[in-house]
C-alpha cells in the first residue's frame, strides 16, 4: 500500500510559477516510475509528466514541454513538478501517480495509486 500526498497548488497570475510536492508513505517509491496528471472541470484527467525510478528517464505532454520539469529525490520519498510561465489553461487539480508494475518505468495504464490532488489556480 502507497499513500500519495501532494501539496504546492494555489493561486497564481498567468507567467508565475508553482512548485508541486507528492510525498509517499507505506512504501517505498524509488523503484516505481512516477507521474503527474491533471484534470480540468469538465474533462478527462490527461496525463502531465512522468519520471523512471532513476531519473533517468523523463516524460512530458506537449502542452507543458519547456515550462514544467519532474524530478524525484528517493531518498526523501519525494516527487516534484516545477512549474513554470504558468498559463490559465494550466488551472486543474494535479494529481502524483505510481506505477507499480512497469519496473521502474511508467506506463500510465498501470498506475497502482493516486494522490488526492492539489488545486492549481492560473489567473488571466
Known amino acids: 500500500q502507497v499513500q500519495l500526498v501532494e501539496s504546492g497548488g494555489g493561486l497564481v497570475s498567468a507567467g508565475g510559477s508553482l512548485r508541486l510536492s507528492c510525498v509517499a508513505s507505506g512504501r517505498t517509491i524509488s523503484s516505481y516510475g512516477m507521474g503527474w496528471f491533471r484534470r480540468e472541470i469538465g474533462k478527462e484527467r490527461e496525463f502531465v509528466s512522468a519520471i523512471s525510478w532513476d531519473g533517468g528517464s523523463r516524460f512530458y505532454a506537449d502542452s507543458v514541454k519547456g515550462r514544467f520539469t519532474i524530478s524525484r529525490d528517493n531518498a526523501e520519498n519525494t516527487v516534484y513538478l516545477q512549474m513554470n510561465n504558468l498559463k490559465p489553461e494550466d488551472t486543474a487539480v494535479y494529481y502524483c501517480?505510481?506505477?507499480?508494475?512497469?519496473?521502474?518505468?511508467?506506463?500510465?495504464?498501470?498506475?497502482?495509486?493516486w494522490g488526492q490532488g492539489t488545486q492549481v489556480t492560473v489567473s488571466s
Open positions: 501517480a505510481v506505477d507499480t508494475v512497469s519496473a521502474g518505468g511508467f506506463n500510465r495504464h498501470y498506475v497502482g495509486y
